[in-house]
């Protein structure tokens, strides 16, 4: 990345809210309040960026709390659940949720702890066996209209991510992409068609194997339909800077090349939004630099 034009005199001072943490030990006492059955949180589970905790009803059955703020149970149920009992009926190895609670203006959830760990780094075989799980999302929606299809807020704010202001104040190049994203936004649907199943995270974090397979696929809190294959671009974010062999990076890009403009454009513009706005709000200043490339590779 050329930094001439890009040093410490062009950062703009800013403060931007980080998104708001899971307190586990406080969902868990709010979740037995209301419903009667008591959690003992176990720990929290390895990985992301919000936070999920393992937790043990008295029965002695494990699950996995996840938390998410400004939701209602009725938006949950009918957007990410009916996307997941959709995919768990062909066989799809997303977790069943066993316990929805409104508390407050967030929904807090009990989920199947499913066996596997997450993958740190992706190598060939696995992409594969990744990519032949992800197939079972196409058209998983067809006659289901009712699901909300997935928005991309490449013109407004999304609820906590995708914000564009901190694009527009941090810095010269930043404030550029912005409004690149922006403009691309202005020519296109605000949410994304089609009938596909879309997770909307699906990185190497919430993917999980063992012994060379895929065991499950977790996080579906922003699941929606649309189509399938906007969750490839989502990947291959998910790959950056260095989580996968070289070879995992080149058959990805070869996937995205073939995709049709009207998929890969609004993919590659709501996610080069939505990570360029998260590094500059969770990661140190030195690393935003790496996601504006990345974004600047398919921007147009």
Not at 4 to 23: G, K
Not at 184 to 206: E, I, K, S, T
Not at 275 to 293: G, K, L, N, S
């Amino acid at each position: 990345m050329d930094h001439s034009s890009e040093n410490a005199a062009d950062q703009i001072p800013t403060s931007f809210p980080r998104a708001p943490r899971l307190d586990p030990e406080a969902m868990a006492r709010a979740v037995s309040v209301q419903t009667g059955i008591a959690l003992t949180v176990e720990g929290l589970c390895d990985g992301g960026e919000v936070g999920a905790a393992v937790v043990r009803r008295p029965d002695g059955h494990r699950g996995v709390l996840t938390w998410r703020p400004h939701y209602t149970v009725a938006a949950l149920a009918s957007g990410p659940l009916a996307v997941v009992e959709r995919l768990r009926a062909l066989g799809y190895p997303a977790p069943a949720t066993k316990l929805a609670v409104q508390v407050g203006d967030a929904v807090v959830t009990v989920q199947e702890l499913v066996p596997g760990a997450k993958i740190d780094r992706l190598d060939l075989p696995l992409l594969e066996r990744v990519l032949a799980v992800h197939g079972l999302q196409a058209d998983a929606l067809a006659g289901r209209e009712d699901v909300p299809a997935y928005p991309l807020y490449l013109r407004e704010d999304g609820p906590g991510y995708c914000l564009h202001e901190p694009l527009r104040r941090f810095s010269r190049s930043t404030a550029e992409l912005e409004r690149r994203i922006a403009a691309f936004g202005a020519g296109h649907p605000d949410r994304l068609p089609g009938d596909g199943a879309v997770h909307g995270d699906f990185h190497p974090g919430n993917i999980l194997a063992a012994d060379g397979r895929i065991t499950g696929v977790v996080d579906w809190d922003g699941a929606a339909r649309g189509d399938h294959r906007f969750d490839l671009v989502v990947l291959r974010f998910g790959l950056h800077p260095d989580h996968a062999d070289r070879a995992v990076v080149e058959r990805l890009d070869a996937l995205i090349d073939a995709l049709p403009a009207s998929v890969a454009g609004p993919a590659w513009a709501h996610m080069s939004l939505r990570m360029v706005d998260w590094a500059i709000r969770h990661f140190p200043a030195d690393q935003v630099d790496t996601w504006v490339e990345l974004a600047r590779r398919r921007i147009d």
